[in-house]
């Protein structure tokens, strides 16, 4: 990550993208929590140690001070193939 953000181009386009200072935050980050971070989140929570984080896209925007897009999350979504199946055949 510390190679990637010492690009000038890079930095730019993270700027322009409203999530440099995210960026930032990220360098000398502890790799061992965020490794655990990462392997246990399901969605909705993560647990580091026996602490459990609730997750959600209004806590994501506020913890990296990215804006929130239009984007919706669909991480947990269970979807129903049954209705694709037919056009799926074709």
Avoid: Y
Wanted: charged share 25%; glycine share 6%; net charge neutral.
């Amino acid at each position: 990550m510390d190679i990637t953000l010492k690009n000038k181009e890079v930095e730019q386009a993270f700027k322009q993208a409203g999530c440099w200072n995210f960026c930032e935050k990220l360098q000398g980050g502890h790799a061992q929590v965020t490794k655990e971070f990462s392997l246990n989140f399901t969605g909705l929570n993560s647990k580091v140690g026996m602490l459990e984080l609730p997750v959600s896209p209004d806590m994501i925007a506020t913890i990296t001070e990215i804006p929130r897009g239009q984007e919706n999350w669909f991480k947990n979504f269970k979807f129903d193939m049954n209705p694709c199946k037919e056009f799926l055949k074709q």
